[in-house]
């Protein structure tokens, strides 16, 4: 059997409510003839009539009401599958796979889940926590969906929106609180704690300190930042950590905290998200709530 189109049956709903091939074709908004021409079709892709026609009026065959209770399932569900997609573009719901850095996902991540959880009740966001690089690839990969990481990823293929800006706080061992604030010269010459190779945030700390981004190594790097603030609160050296890390990875540690000298140090904190994703509307508007989330921290 040929396929048989939603419009067709428009055309058979209309013409069986109203009777008439004026009336149902003035209801459908075309010509009699159109009207007219898709109903005869209809019939001979069913081998079947529809319709007794009378001079002034035309009724349903018996064939016709069977096929007239089917007609309208089938139209009520394709009503159905336009409010979903309606209601899918008033309120994004589905699966979310959200990527995030280390050195935020800790601090942001539960402000973030509770603010999304909010304004989209019936999205499932699903997390995954690793290096940017890894991010990117998986992002680029249609593995994820979206990315909060440290901006600028100048990546041609991906969009980037900035979300804040966060400066960075230097933490040294409780004893040292008296102690001026080291310049970046003299940071240098310290013992600089870092987090091991492949997060961004051990490459943002050395630029701050004006040090290569390849160095020898002294003995220690650490995976997260909690080590790290443990470790200078063991007297082993000072380490860098963004302001959000703060009150979490500080409570209890014996370390001392200091704020550089204007203009201080700072990361911008971003989403990413292909430029081809079919979510760009709603990814930005998850920005903006994840924004705001952040700003409320």
Known sequence: MANITLRQLRYFEALASQGHFGRAAEVCSVSQPALSMQIKELE??????LFERAARQVRLTAFGEDFAGHARQVLRGAEELGEMARKAQEEFSGRLRLGVIPTIAPYLLPRVFKALAA?????DIQVRETVTSKLLAELDEGRLDTAIVALP?????FEEVRLFEESFVL???EGDSDLPIPSADSLSRMRLLLLEEGHCFRDQALSVCS???VRPRDGFDASSLSTLVQMVGAGMGVTLIPEMAVPVETRSAAVALARFAAPEPTRTVGMVWRKSSPLIAQLRDVAAVVRSAAAEA
């Open 44 to 49: 001979g892709q069913l081998g079947m009539a």
């Open 119 to 123: 304004t989209y009740p019936r999205l």
């Open 153 to 157: 990823i100048s990546e041609p293929s």
């Open 171 to 173: 933490v040294r061992p």
């Open 211 to 213: 040090l290569p981004q």
